[in-house]
Nanobody
Framework: QVQLAESGGGLVQAGGSLRLSCTAS????????MGWFRQAPGKQRELVAA???????NYVDSVKRRFTISRDYAKNTMSLQMNSLKPEDTAVYYC????????????WGQGTQVTVSS
């Protein structure tokens, strides 16, 4: 059974940092593109950062120079280092694997809450 599990969410003050991790089990994701999404209350889910199987990355403009996505192929994990957090970063963050294009992915985690207080 393929599973993605996020960890590392929590409550942090504005300007602080958090590191999210996504652990994959059930199969290797070495050849899969992966990404981090977030969804705030009343808003649509958005792709925050993505990383290809080859390690190329891209970010939504609002998190550029603050967030860094990375992956550990040996451990089958992916991380999102979030610095200089802002209240508008508050959302449930989801990891995803296996891009189907147009923001659709094959596998999803259950999500982890990130709350940034002002």
């Amino acid at each position: 059974q393929v599973q993605l599990a996020e960890s590392g969410g929590g409550l942090v003050q504005a300007g602080g940092s958090l590191r999210l991790s996504c652990t994959a089990s059930g199969r290797t994701f070495i050849t899969y593109d992966m990404g981090w999404f977030r969804q705030a209350p009343g808003k649509q889910r958005e792709l925050v950062a993505a990383i290809t199987s080859g390690g190329s990355t891209n970010y939504v403009d609002s998190v550029k120079r603050r967030f860094t996505i990375s992956r550990d192929y040996a451990k089958n994990t992916m991380s999102l280092q979030m610095n200089s957090l802002k209240p508008e970063d508050t959302a449930v963050y989801y990891c995803a694997a296996g891009s189907l294009g147009d923001g659709q992915y094959m596998y999803w985690g259950q999500g982890t809450q990130v709350t940034v207080s002002s």
